[in-house]
């Protein structure tokens, strides 16, 4: 696939990128919540880099790893909410971190 330069790409262009028509592209919008191009004011879809890795996302479940569409859906729901936990945690950890640092130097200057 080529290196995305671009900002903004069209919706004929990411399809031509992965090799199939538009109106799949459509469906994988209405299937897949996640991916929402933004649109110009012509009402055109644009898609940044970030959608167009989404899209690479979506076709590697789906064409190459054979997930269903509901499984897919779920797959990166999950993740969604797994990396969700982990910036929770780190946060977390952050903070008890910076409690402890505290803590030493406060003991040292004792």
């Known amino acids: 696939m080529e290196e995305l330069t671009k900002r903004y790409y069209g919706i004929r262009e990411v399809a031509d990128m ?6 799949k592209l459509r469906f994988y919008e209405k299937e897949f919540p996640m ?3 933004r649109k110009n004011r012509a009402g055109d879809r644009i898609y940044t880099k970030e959608d167009i890795d ?3 996302e979506i076709f590697e479940l ?3 790893k054979g997930y269903t569409l509901p499984g897919a859906r779920e797959f990166l729901k999950s993740r969604s909410s797994r990396q969700s936990e982990v910036k929770q945690m ?5 903070e008890i971190r910076g409690f402890l640092v505290e803590m030493r130097d ?4 004792k």
Request: zero cysteines; charged letters at 30%; a negative charge.
């Open 35 to 37: 991916l929402s191009p």
């Open 18 to 23: 992965f090799g199939v028509k538009i109106s």
């Open 90 to 94: 780190l946060s977390k950890l952050q």
């Open 62 to 64: 789906v064409e190459e």
């Open 106 to 109: 406060d003991l040292e200057t």
């Open 54 to 56: 989404q899209v690479r």
